[in-house]
C-alpha cells in the first residue's frame, strides 16, 4: 500500500487498528487482482487466462481454501468475519472484463456502471469491514469509490489515450466539438477536452459532497480516515484544475504537505461532523448503477452484526505471512494502466 497508493496509505494511518489490518487485506487482494489484468496476465496465458485465475482464487477463497498468496489468506479471514458477499468481489472482477472488452462509454451512465465496479464495490466493502450497514451508509460509501475514480479518469486521460484507452464519455466530447475516434489515435490538449475534464471533476465533486453527507453513519472512529481519503482524492481534481484541465501533458500530483494539512482537517472534522444531514429525497436515492451493489451488500446474510474483537488477528495473519514471503515485489509503484482507486 505504501508503494502502490500514497493516498490510502496515508488515510489508512488514521484508521482505527480494528479496521486497518482488514482494509489492508482488502487493499492487498485489489490490486494484487488488478495488476493480474494489467501486469502479469502473460503469466496465465493471456487476459482470458488471468481472469479465469482470479476466478478460481475467488472461489477457493469462499469456500475456506485460498491460495497460498498472502492476500488471498488474509481476506479469507476477512469475508467470512465481516460476511462480505461474493456478488461486490465478483462486480470487482466484472469491472476488470470490462477493460478486456475495451468497453466503450457513451454516456455518464456508462461511465457509472464502470466506476460502480472497480471502485464503488470497495466502497461498499470498506463500509461492511466499518461495521457501517445501512442502505444509506452503503449507498454513500458506494458514490464516494465512484467520485475517486472519476477523479482518476480526469486526472489521467493522457495516459489512458497513449495506452488507446479512453473514458471520458463520448458523448460529452461530441458537445464539446471532439471526435472521440479521431482524438484518440492522435491525443492532444486542448480548450474543448479542458471544458470535458472539468465537467467530469464537477460532477465528482457532486458525488464528494453526498458521500460527506453520509460521514455520519460511519462509526465515529472510522470518520477521520474516510474524510481524509475524500478530501485528498478531491484535491487531486484541484490541481488539475490549477493545470488548467490538461491532463494529457501533465500528471496532477497532490504535494506531500498539502495531504498532511488535508488530513489535521479531516480529523477536525470528523469530530466536530453533524449526526444528521438534511438532503431532499430524490438526492438521496442512490446512483442506478449502484443500487445492485447496495443490494448485495445489506442481504440478511451480509447484514449480521459481528463483534470486532478479534480482527487483530487478521492483521497478525497478513502481518506475518508478509513477514515470510515478502510480495513486496507484487506492489510494482503507481504506474498503473488502468485509473484504477488502487493506484491513487
Known amino acids: 500500500m505504501r508503494g502502490g497508493s500514497k493516498t490510502f496509505f496515508a488515510a489508512s494511518k488514521v484508521l482505527p487498528d480494528r479496521v486497518r489490518g482488514p482494509a489492508t487485506a482488502l487493499y492487498a487482494f485489489c490490486r494484487l487482482a488488478d495488476d493480474t489484468i494489467d501486469v502479469h496476465s502473460a503469466d496465465h496465458g493471456g487476459p482470458a487466462g488471468a481472469m479465469a485465475h482470479l476466478h478460481q482464487r475467488l472461489d477457493r477463497l469462499y469456500a475456506g481454501r485460498p491460495m497460498p498468496v ?5 481476506l479469507a479471514v476477512v469475508v467470512k468475519r465481516f460476511h462480505i458477499p461474493r456478488a461486490l468481489l465478483l462486480a470487482l472482477l466484472d469491472g476488470f472484463q470490462w477493460d478486456m472488452d475495451e468497453r466503450r462509454y457513451q454516456t455518464l451512465a456508462d461511465l457509472h456502471g464502470y466506476a460502480a465496479r472497480v471502485a464503488g464495490t470497495v466502497g461498499a466493502m470498506m463500509a461492511l469491514i466499518m461495521g457501517a450497514r445501512s442502505p444509506q451508509a452503503l449507498a454513500r460509501a458506494c458514490e464516494l469509490g465512484v467520485a475517486m475514480q472519476l477523479t482518476n479518469i480526469a486526472r489521467d486521460v493522457g495516459e ?6 479512453l473514458y471520458l464519455p463520448r458523448e460529452w466530447m461530441r458537445d464539446a466539438g471532439l471526435d472521440p475516434d479521431a482524438w484518440l489515435c492522435e491525443p492532444s490538449f486542448s480548450p474543448a477536452l479542458g471544458s470535458v475534464v472539468a465537467r467530469l471533476l464537477r ?3 457532486e458525488l464528494y459532497h453526498r458521500a460527506e453527507l453520509g460521514l455520519a453513519e460511519l462509526p465515529r472512529d472510522c470518520r477521520a480516515a474516510i474524510q481524509a481519503a475524500r478530501l485528498v482524492y478531491a484535491e487531486i481534481g484541484r490541481e488539475v484544475e490549477r493545470r488548467g484541465c490538461d491532463s ?6 497532490v504535494p506531500a504537505r498539502r495531504k498532511l494539512a488535508l488530513l489535521a482537517r479531516a480529523s477536525l472534522a470528523a469530530v466536530k461532523l453533524p449526526r444528521h444531514a438534511k438532503l431532499d429525497d430524490g438526492e438521496l436515492l442512490p446512483l442506478p448503477a449502484i443500487a445492485y451493489l447496495v443490494d448485495a451488500a445489506a442481504a440478511p446474510h451480509a447484514a449480521e452484526n459481528s463483534p470486532p474483537g478479534g480482527v487483530a488477528r487478521v492483521l497478525n495473519l497478513f502481518e506475518r505471512q508478509q513477514q515470510r514471503h515478502r510480495v513486496a515485489h507484487a506492489f510494482p509503484g503507481s504506474g498503473q494502466p488502468r485509473p484504477s482507486v488502487f493506484s491513487g
Do not use: K, S
Open 70 to 74: 498472502d492476500a488471498d489468506r488474509a
Open 248 to 253: 494529457v501533458t501533465h500528471r496532477a500530483v
Open 203 to 205: 460532477h465528482a465533486d
Open 160 to 165: 489512458d489515450a497513449r495506452l488507446g484507452r
